[in-house]
């Protein structure tokens, strides 16, 4: 199965998330889908200079299948496909660049109890802040916003922010990509719905522009584009610098537990 054939599952088992057919292309794109329509995991392994990492980023099971064991085994299997492809821990959501979420919402009480019954260790958390999409802000005198369509987002993510560059490039592609420019230089971008529609990020300035009202603007333009689509609210996802966007209305709206499983030995 594709990701993608996963959307009616998922709708079914967490209806409050809204993960259409392409959300899930994105976030899971390159990885193993296991199990049915009744519930399914999904499992990215990745090998880079010879070391190979695993992460969980989905385990969804049909409200009608729950409490039947289904979602024990499905996450046996990707314990076992883990360890026989050589990771030495299983991860739970937090994927980047590619993600459904960044850990395990503490919200959702049964997988939390299912990942502890499992043997999984938590090792930290993240979140994800809300803001209404009528946030506004403009830009500092001299700098210019705009929609990016060309390369000097995914320019100054590989100068500077390297972690971002998949992201941001798949943001431009997609057209949800904004730049700030000065003098004809991208100084800072912003960009929404890389992984889910209406979730916010990456967004970053260059490290000698920062603090001058660049990056409110560029929220702001973010804020703008996701309004026009009917959103009323946008998540911020895994937010590093709260008071930044605390200081644009921005609140804590989600928190997730991030956790991982050591795969050492049986």
Not at 99 to 121: N, S
Not at 130 to 135: D, V
Not at 163 to 177: A, I, K, L, M, N
Not at 183 to 199: D, K, P, Q, V
Request: net charge neutral.
């Amino acid at each position: 199965m594709r990701p993608g054939e996963l959307a009616p599952l998922v709708a079914a088992a967490l209806p409050d998330e809204g993960l259409a057919a392409d959300d899930l292309e994105r976030c899971c794109a390159g990885a193993e889908v296991l199990g049915d329509d009744r519930g399914a995991a999904v499992i990215r392994i990745t090998h880079t200079g010879g070391f190979t990492s695993a992460w969980l980023l989905l385990l969804a099971v049909a409200p009608a299948s729950q409490r039947r064991g289904i979602g024990r085994a499905l996450l046996g299997t990707a314990v076992e496909r883990a360890r026989a492809a050589g990771a030495a821990d299983l991860h739970v959501g937090n994927a980047a660049p590619r993600y459904v979420w960044p850990g395990v919402d503490f919200a959702f009480t049964a997988a939390l109890a299912l990942f502890e019954a499992c043997g999984f260790e938590p090792n930290g958390a993240g979140f994800n802040m809300g803001i209404a999409t009528s946030f506004r802000a403009e830009p500092p005198s001299g700098v210019t916003i705009e929609r990016e369509t060309g390369a000097g987002a995914a320019g100054l993510a590989e100068r500077a922010y390297p972690h971002w560059v998949d992201e941001t490039t798949r943001s431009v592609e997609h057209g949800t990509c904004f730049a700030a420019r000065a003098g004809g230089e991208t100084i800072a971008f912003a960009c929404h719905s890389a992984n889910r529609r209406g979730w916010i990020g990456p967004m970053a300035s260059d490290p000698a522009r920062q603090r001058g009202g660049v990056g409110r603007a560029l929220l702001g333009a973010v804020c703008a584009d996701l309004a026009t689509e009917g959103l009323a609210t946008a998540d911020i996802a895994w937010v590093g610098p709260v008071g930044f966007y605390a200081k644009c209305g921005a609140r804590v709206s989600r928190v997730f537990r991030t956790a991982r499983l050591p795969l050492s030995t049986p």
